[in-house]
Nanobody, 116 residues
């Protein structure tokens, strides 16, 4: 059994910073790609950033230069550092972890709200 738990969301003013974290734990020792999606009300889910187990990253054009992703393989944790936040970044942020042949695992989502 695998659990993926996201944390760190909250309310921040425009221009501020926030870091969200996601821990994958359970019966799988290590994970492949990990990353973050977000979904704003009335919009489709959007891939924000991902990172491979070797550290190669990809960040969406809409957040490039403001968001960065990192991970700690020792504790199966992925981080999303968000700076210069804008009201349009408001969304529920979902993390995922690739469990290889066992499939993908998803966290419960954490709300990020950016006030103008």
């Amino acid at each position: 059994q695998v659990q993926v738990v996201a944390s760190g969301g909250g309310l921040v003013q425009a221009g501020g910073s926030l870091r969200v974290s996601c821990v994958a734990s359970g019966s799988i020792f290590s994970f492949g790609e990990m990353g973050w999606y977000r979904q704003a009300p009335g919009k489709q889910r959007e891939l924000v950033a991902n990172i491979t187990s070797s550290g190669r990253t990809s960040v969406a054009a809409s957040v490039k230069g403001r968001f960065s992703i990192s991970r700690d393989n020792a504790v199966n944790t992925v981080y999303l550092e968000m700076k210069s936040l804008k009201p349009e970044d408001t969304a529920v942020y979902f993390c995922y972890a690739d469990g290889g042949r066992y499939g993908y695992y998803w966290g419960q989502g954490t709300q990020v709200t950016v006030s103008s």
